[in-house]
């Protein structure tokens, strides 16, 4: 390439234009403002110590280039310019419904143009380093333009800086993205693919409550471990509980920890932060077998069967509600419950440990299923054990509307303390397996969960009984039918008016020749040694 020609020297008065200003006058980019001078096809000198224009020269060479003047459409030469290829964004996915990225207000879309700025450049030109040369003793940048020739004797002496140890990062105005928006890339990336329904909602809970009002506007480079600090000291002095407390830095501490796998932040400040203490507010009060017996005798005395059935199931086998109602004919065998799915949200789903467990099956417990099944329209190996109407699980509606009706309202008339939750109806199993005897481990493997949170959880219940006497469990639940002559329902045997007598041959006498027992079908144990016999 031939070095262009000598330019003439201008006047100081006479009104010069910079490349810059050349590059908004011809609706070009300042490259090929550069790249015309290189070449020789616009005149310029150098004033003042910079590259300056005259406006005549300027008007020439867009006439020569047929480069429209700016208030014409413009029409750009191709051999000045290429033509800006259209930028090209990744298609956004609505959030489903329920999710975070709905509650939250959308941060809105990126505004800047593909067209980069000078001064602003690409992602790595934005990321400079400002080096004090020891040589010329003058500060330099990398700014777009530059020629190659230049950006590699440049780099040489950012080189030659660091070195030296004159290296000094150029601080950026822009913070960077608000706790907030990282939020909403957290959950769209982190929560919806890897946690539940269950956990998402009450993940958005906190955030929306405790979080992102708080402190959801603070840049996450500027989150430190100071600022966690004081949103617990503000939300302890707001009357909010340690359990809440605890809830949101433990959900601050995942989200920043992802921040930190994503090289957004380099440590995560949540990790310093104290969290309150997971204890239970109380100790669990376990249901004696008479109690519970009580509730299902309301639910009988209303020919709610189905109701009575399942809260027997999860008084006498220590089910959760949700492995309860996941269920089928076929998981209950001879002597165990087989246990490997769980319901939420009209879904099945596996268990909330995500392991396969069995649990003993109480022969009182047998009975009763052996009834529901008998009178239940479903009873084939693959339908489920407690099914909705239509035969399908228990959504989240019908799973409240049980608890707050038909639930709350057996408590009531029972004559009991209000139980907010049916759930708590497993530790009467709990009891009585403690009461039998067994150990630490035991339980946890029946109630599917460490022996460490077993310890903590019924160490009080451990204490209570005597070792050297153990009651059966069976016997227990018996004599508390007995006492109260729950009535059970059966095709087989339906309840009896009057003072009638049951012979010898009648299918529904009861084992104990009492009429208060179970219904008068005979077990699943019993039906075995008939069949072995």
């Known amino acids: 390439m031939t070095a262009p020609a000598p330019r003439p020297a201008a006047s100081a008065g006479e009104p010069m234009l910079t490349i810059p200003e050349v ?47 700016p208030e014409v459409a413009p029409k750009r030469a191709q051999s000045i310019i290429r033509a800006p290829r259209p930028h090209k964004r990744r298609s956004r996915t609505e959030p489903p419904a329920g999710s975070f990225r709905a509650l939250v207000p959308d941060a809105g879309a990126d505004t800047r143009s593909g ?50 140890g004159n290296v000094i990062p150029i601080k950026d105005e822009d913070p960077g993205e608000t706790l907030e928006e990282f939020a909403k890339t957290w959950w769209n990336r982190y929560v919806i693919p890897s946690l539940t329904r269950h956990t ?63 090289n957004r932040i380099d440590s995560n400040p949540a990790k310093l932060v104290r969290k309150p203490p997971a204890t239970r507010a109380r100790a669990i009060r376990a249901l004696p077998p008479l109690e519970v017996e009580k509730i299902r005798k309301a639910l009988l005395d209303e020919d709610q069967v189905l109701d009575a059935a399942l809260v027997a199931a999860l008084a006498y086998s220590g089910l959760r509600p949700g492995e309860a109602l996941g269920l089928r004919w076929h998981d209950i065998r001879d002597r165990t419950i087989l246990v490997e799915r769980s319901v939420a949200f009209g879904k099945l789903k596996t268990t909330k440990t995500g392991k396969v467990r069995t649990v003993k ?36 509606d019908r799973v409240n509307n049980w608890r707050k009706r038909n639930f709350a309202k057996a408590v009531e008339q029972a004559c009991l303390p209000p139980m907010r939750r049916p759930y708590d109806l497993r530790h009467s199993y709990v009891s009585l397996m403690i009461a039998e005897g067994a150990t630490v481990v035991e339980v946890a493997s029946q109630a599917g969960h460490s022996p460490t949170m077993s310890l903590n959880t019924y160490a009080h219940l451990f204490d209570e009984p005597d070792r050297s006497q153990t009651t059966s469990a069976a016997d227990r639940i018996y004599a508390a039918r007995i006492q109260l002559g729950v009535p059970e329902v059966s095709v087989l045997c339906p309840p009896q008016t009057g003072h009638e007598e049951r012979d010898a041959g009648n299918p529904c006498k009861s084992p104990m020749g009492d009429p208060g027992l179970e219904p008068g079908t005979s077990s699943l144990s019993e039906k075995r040694s008939n069949r072995l016999s």
Not at 31 to 57: F, M, V
Not at 365 to 391: C, H, I, M, Y
Request: one cysteine or more; charged letters at 25%; glycine letters at 6%.
């Open 115 to 164: 067209q980069r700025e000078c001064r602003e450049g690409s992602a790595r030109q934005r990321q400079r380093l400002a080096c004090q040369v020891p040589r010329r003793g003058r500060q330099c940048a990398l700014p777009c333009g530059r020629p190659q020739g230049r950006r590699r004797r440049l780099r040489r002496g950012t080189q030659r800086a660091k070195r030296l």
């Open 200 to 262: 998402q909602l009450n993940y958005a809970s906190v955030l929306d409550v405790h979080i992102i009002s708080a402190i959801g506007q603070v840049p996450l480079s500027q989150v430190t471990t100071e600022t966690l600090w004081q949103l617990r000291a503000d939300m302890t002095a707001a009357g909010t509980g340690p359990h809440a407390i605890r809830k949101s830095l433990v959900v601050i501490q995942s989200m920043l920890q992802r921040a930190v796998e994503w």
């Open 361 to 396: 099956l109480l022969k009182p417990l047998a009975d009763t299923l052996e009834t529901w099944k008998r009178t239940s329209n479903r009873n084939q190996p693959t339908d489920l054990v407690f099914p909705a109407p239509d035969g399908s699980p228990w959504n989240l």
């Open 23 to 69: 590059a908004e006058t011809c609706k070009l980019s300042i490259p090929s403002i550069r790249r015309a001078i290189w070449d020789g096809e616009l005149r310029a000198c150098k004033l003042r110590g910079q590259i300056r224009i005259k406006p005549a020269d300027v008007a020439e060479w867009q006439a020569s280039q047929e480069i429209a003047a």
